[in-house]
């Protein structure tokens, strides 16, 4: 079994800042791929960023230069820090993780940008 909690979101001004948190109930230092998505009101699901081998990150082209992935394997988390924030990025962040065929989710955290 793996639970993942997300932890972080709030609601910002326009060009604020947050750091999301995704705890893991299990070591995830044999999670060779996290990720965060998220879905906007109205909205699919979309990928945010992901991390790979704990080393290679991607980003979605609308946040790009602004968000970063990260993980710590000691503390058994996935973090997210978001930069430079817009009201676009107004969202339900989740956290992602894939093992096998098996895709395992967070609940969510509400991410909200506004004036």
């Known amino acids: 079994q793996v639970q993942l909690v997300e932890s972080g979101g709030d609601s910002v001004q326009p060009g604020g800042s947050l750091r999301l948190s995704c705890v893991a109930s299990v070591s995830i230092f044999s999670f060779n791929t996290m990720a965060w998505y998220r879905r906007a009101p109205g909205k699919e699901r979309e990928l945010v960023a992901l991390?790979?081998?704990?080393?290679?990150?991607t980003y979605a082209d609308s946040v790009k230069g602004r968000f970063t992935i990260s993980r710590d394997n000691a503390k058994n988390t996935v973090y997210l820090q978001l930069n430079s924030l817009k009201p676009e990025d107004t969202a339900v962040y989740y956290c992602?993780?894939?093992?096998?065929?098996?895709?395992?989710w967070g609940q969510g955290t509400q991410v909200t940008v506004s004036s």
């Open positions: 992602n993780v894939k093992l096998a065929l098996t895709n395992f």
């Open positions: 991390i790979r081998d704990g080393i290679r990150t």
